[in-house]
């Protein structure tokens, strides 16, 4: 078996030369994104545009000549979620002092507006024509462009957008690969349903209260960006519970069961990406022929999204969300990325390749702008004592 | 007509109000369109109990009986936990009885047999006491009549406006084939019976400030 593993990944390893030259648009485009156009000045700034786009472009690199998706797509991501949270937490405090929301920021309209609040916002938009989130239409951080972009980069990948996108999901994934074997390993099928269930709630009440009702009541991630301030009993209860779900869903089960649990088993907007995934032309599949049965893909799927009826099937979940843990993990190679529509025989990395570039693309333009500023940041603490 | 136009003018806000509780049930449940219709019947049944009780209530301060109940929300307020708790136990616990003798004896045996058939009426029930901005219109306008069959039929009128709103709900057995479906409808039926019971817990506590 580990020969053939061996012979597997010696077929997939490319030339430098093939490498180099595959990487090239890479290269051109990330640059691209990354500069915006125009230099930096600064020494600082010049500094961490630089150590971006090698940092990027090494692990695109990797991606192409090693044939392994997850082993360097997780660093990029994992990054993502530190730097995003460590640039979004010390621009707050630089700009209001603290990382609560107060009544009057909400009444300006000048909370962010994030991925997340997507699926409660369509019903009342269409049944009131208003958006029910204190944030701003246009300009950054806006309502208008998250919708852009969401809608850009579900057409593009899919459910692939909780892994190629969310600045969220790098935390949870972080913490998952703490253990080296999970403590939890028996989780029963139906909690893969209860994002589904979350999301009817969330719609359903948001419709009924105008107001996101995910946003104050649930999501987990205002731990670690901004929350409303405790003025009453309330908005204390509702700390408490966006607090415990936080250290529950992205902390402690991550760790104990080696899953993204937030996302596989919680998240509103991940459920409704699976709608998206049906109308997406990448996807994972299965060679039956190729497959012995090991189950090792679905152990290490990190949102439940394989299971033995998708063994059976030769395909996985809609849930999935293309990460490419369970192709890298697979001994026999049995799994792989794919274009709906085409040949199942023929070249099959082509097809990760092309499914590779809009992916990695994408984190790679939302990864450069957060991971610059917290370097910039960092930077600036260690030399001159603030970050500012 | 008045109260008809009212209900009718303000039904989606009802149906928004009650679709949450309702939905997830019909979900839930995975019956057929005529099985859902009769949930949905007894749904509204409640629902009109809960308003004829607000109608008699609306009669009474009329006639200065109930001057002394300052706090209703001390009445709603447990009966908001009692009912979230059978909807959480319902969306997260309950389990199927499949074979009749086991259901034949026992009090838990008995009570999950009934227990499906009454938690629309209940829901039903608890979701028509809701105070919502119409109904409080409604009420006001119910506080207005004189005698308690006046009062009684303009809630009656009320609710006809109102119910108008429900009538496309009973279709969603139509995706009684989804086994998944089921199940989702049963944890959002739990996980709004999660926040009915906050409701009621901050009702009872009266949402101190601090």
């Given at each position: 078996m580990k020969k053939n593993t061996t012979e597997a990944s010696a077929t997939t390893r490319r030339s430098l030369f093939k490498t180099f030259l595959l990487c090239l648009p890479m290269m051109l485009l990330t640059f691209m994104m990354l500069t915006g156009g125009s230099m930096p000045t600064g020494g600082e700034r010049l500094f961490a545009l630089a150590a971006t786009f090698?940092?990027?472009?090494?692990?695109?690199?990797?991606?192409?000549?090693?044939?392994?998706?997850?082993?360097?797509?997780?660093?990029?991501?994992?990054?993502?979620?530190?730097?995003?949270?460590?640039?979004?937490?010390?621009?707050?405090?630089?700009?209001?002092?603290?990382?609560?929301?107060?009544?009057a920021t909400m009444i300006e309209g000048g909370a962010p507006f994030c991925h997340l609040v997507i699926p409660m916002t369509l019903i009342p938009a269409v049944l009131t024509k208003t958006i029910i989130f204190p944030g701003k239409i246009l300009g950054s951080y806006s309502i208008a462009g998250m919708f852009v972009i969401w809608i850009g980069v579900s057409l593009a990948l899919g459910r692939g957008l909780c892994s190629w996108f969310c600045f969220f999901g790098g935390l949870e994934d972080g913490f998952s690969r703490i253990l080296k074997k999970p403590i939890i390993k028996n989780?029963?099928?139906?909690?893969?349903?209860?994002?589904?269930?979350?999301?009817?709630?969330?719609?359903?009440?948001?419709?009924?209260?105008?107001?996101?009702?995910?946003?104050?009541?649930?999501?987990?991630?205002?731990?670690?960006?901004?929350?409303?301030?405790?003025?009453?009993?309330?908005?204390?209860?509702?700390?408490?519970?966006?607090?415990?779900?936080?250290?529950?869903?992205?902390?402690?089960?991550?760790?104990?069961?080696?899953?993204?649990?937030?996302?596989?088993?919680?998240?509103?907007?991940?459920?409704?990406?699976?709608?998206t995934n049906k109308t997406n032309v990448f996807e994972i599949r299965i060679d039956q022929d190729k497959c012995v049965q090991c189950n090792k893909c679905i152990r290490v799927c990190p949102t439940f999204s394989i299971d033995e009826e998708s063994l059976g099937r030769g395909r996985v979940k809609a849930s999935c969300t293309k990460c490419g843990k369970c192709v890298d993990a697979c001994p026999q190679k049995a799994l792989f990325y794919h274009v709906k529509g085409t040949s199942l025989s023929s070249k099959l990395d082509r097809y990760r390749l092309l499914f590779l570039y809009p992916a990695f693309l994408v984190l790679a333009i939302i990864a450069g702008r957060f991971v610059q500023d917290a370097m910039v940041k960092a930077i600036n603490l260690i030399t001159t004592g603030t970050m500012i | 007509m008045e109260a008809f136009i009212l209900g009718l003018s303000n039904g989606t806000t009802c149906v928004a109000y009650c679709a949450p509780v309702l939905v997830p049930y019909l979900l839930g449940e995975g019956k057929g369109i005529l099985q859902n219709s009769v949930l949905t019947a007894q749904f509204l049944l409640g629902r009109l109990l809960g308003y004829l009780l607000f109608a008699v209530l609306a009669w009474g301060i009329n006639r200065s009986i109930l001057q002394g109940v300052s706090k209703p929300d001390l009445v709603i307020g447990p009966a908001y936990v009692v009912f979230s708790?059978?909807?959480?136990?319902?969306?997260?616990?309950?389990?199927?009885?499949?074979?009749?003798?086991?259901?034949?004896?026992?009090?838990?045996?008995?009570?999950?047999?009934?227990?499906?058939?009454?938690?629309?009426?209940?829901?039903?029930?608890?979701?028509g006491l809701s105070l919502c901005p119409p109904f409080l219109l409604a009420f006001t306008g119910a506080v207005e009549k004189t005698t308690v069959i006046q009062s009684m039929f303009f809630f009656f009128a009320f609710f006809l406006g109102t119910s108008i709103f429900f009538i496309p709900l009973p279709f969603s057995g139509l995706f009684r084939g989804f086994s998944a479906l089921r199940i989702i409808g049963r944890m959002a039926a739990g996980l709004i019976g999660v926040y009915y019971l906050y409701s009621g817990i901050m009702m009872l506590i009266g949402g101190y400030t601090i």
């Open positions: 090698l940092f990027f472009n090494l692990l695109f690199f990797l991606m192409v000549r090693t044939g392994k998706t997850d082993r360097f797509r997780s660093i990029l991501f994992i990054t993502l979620a530190v730097c995003f949270v460590f640039s979004f937490i010390s621009n707050l405090i630089a700009v209001r002092g603290s990382m609560a929301l107060s009544r989780i029963s099928k139906k909690w893969t349903y209860l994002p589904y269930a979350v999301l009817l709630v969330v719609v359903l009440m948001s419709a009924l209260t105008l107001s996101p009702t995910y946003c104050q009541w649930l999501c987990p991630f205002k731990t670690v960006t901004e929350f409303v301030e405790i003025t009453s009993v309330k908005v204390l209860i509702q700390t408490i519970i966006f607090v415990s779900l936080f250290i529950g869903l992205v902390v402690v089960l991550p760790i104990l069961t080696k899953r993204r649990t937030q996302c596989g088993l919680f998240c509103p907007l991940g459920a409704l990406q699976s709608v | 708790l059978l909807l959480i136990y319902y969306g997260f616990f309950k389990t199927r009885t499949s074979c009749k003798t086991t259901c034949t004896h026992g009090l838990r045996h008995k009570l999950m047999t009934i227990l499906p058939v009454s938690i629309p009426m209940i829901a039903g029930f608890v979701t």
